[in-house]
């Protein structure tokens, strides 16, 4: 290499400068906001023997409320992937009457306060609501204060995630890839599964991961809706909640523990699969 070359590449390298200050506040942040807290909840769950551990994670009422808070979160995720793809392709493509307010309605979720958008959800769902006395008094189907009423909160705060994540790439996808594979003979369902899906997939499970994530830590939009009945309706938040209010901080931080563990196992899966994915589509370094 010669010396303006070597010059060139070793000037190249300080082009954001304050990098190892920056790099140094960026962890310090993190040790702080993240790393530290998470630390502190397994450390807390050392006051307990393994065996003691075992048993106040896995009562029935607790291995309940696991099925729920995780089999729902899952479920709204996968619903929301669907719907949010639906609307954000609509929002992107399409022109109609009242698109901007559509548009901005997709991020209620974020503005309203979680306690709020679960008094509502649970008006309008109870048996006496507008909703609730078409799906009860007509359909025999009960929604609020049930495991659906905790799935419909969960899909409520979830739309958003996936709906923005997808927005921006749909943008900037060119057209011209699906009038190509039209002028070729591929029909509607060959262009979306070839040419589309696989420029989707990955921000598509970014979504659902986003969604997925918010969905299970979820607390203030499902208390009033769920009913919080024991080993039916009751989700884990509520549990830590209610053992944080009786002082049983070691019982509190156990039933926190496994619900890190699990949810960072799911994330990796799907961050695993997402990168995956992306490297199958040849859309990685």
């Known amino acids: 290499m010669t010396a303006p070359a070597a010059s060139a590449h070793h000037g190249a390298r300080r082009v954001l400068p304050g990098f190892r200050l920056t790099l140094g506040y960026t962890l310090v942040y993190l040790s702080l906001i993240v790393l530290i807290p998470t630390a502190a909840v397994f450390l807390r769950t050392m006051d307990l023997s393994f065996g003691e551990f075992l048993d106040v994670i896995s009562s029935p009422r607790l291995l309940a409320s696991y099925r729920l808070s995780f089999g729902a979160a899952l479920l709204a995720a996968a619903i929301n992937a669907l719907f949010g793809l639906l609307l954000a392709w609509a929002l992107v493509r399409y022109s109609f009457p009242g698109k901007k307010i559509v548009d901005a309605l997709v991020d209620l979720p ?7 958008a679960g ?13 609730g006395s078409i799906f009860e008094g007509l359909l025999g189907f009960k929604i609020a204060f049930t495991p659906w009423g905790v799935l419909v909160a969960l899909v409520f705060i979830g739309l958003p995630f996936v709906v923005r994540t997808l927005q921006p790439i749909l943008e900037d996808l060119e057209t011209e890839l699906e009038e190509a594979a039209a ?7 060959q262009t979306f599964r070839h040419v589309v899906l696989p420029v ?4 598509l499970m970014t979504g659902f991961a986003l969604a997925f994530a918010r969905a299970v830590g979820e607390y203030g939009s499902v208390i009033f809706i769920a009913g919080n ?3 039916v309706s009751e989700i884990t938040p509520l549990l830590i909640i209610t053992r944080l209010e009786q002082y049983d901080y070691t019982g509190a931080t156990s039933l926190a523990v496994v619900m890190l563990v699990f949810s960072f196992a799911m994330l990796l899966l799907i961050n695993c699969l ?4 992306a490297k199958r589509t040849g859309r990685t370094a």
């Open 200 to 203: 989707l997939t990955p921000p």
């Open 183 to 189: 002028s070729l003979g591929a029909s509607r369902w």
């Open 110 to 116: 974020f503005a309203l306060p979680t306690a709020v």
């Open 229 to 231: 009945i024991p080993l």
């Open 274 to 277: 997402q990168s995956w994915s």
């Open 119 to 131: 008094i509502a959800l649970a008006t309008l769902y109870a048996r006496n609501g507008w909703l």
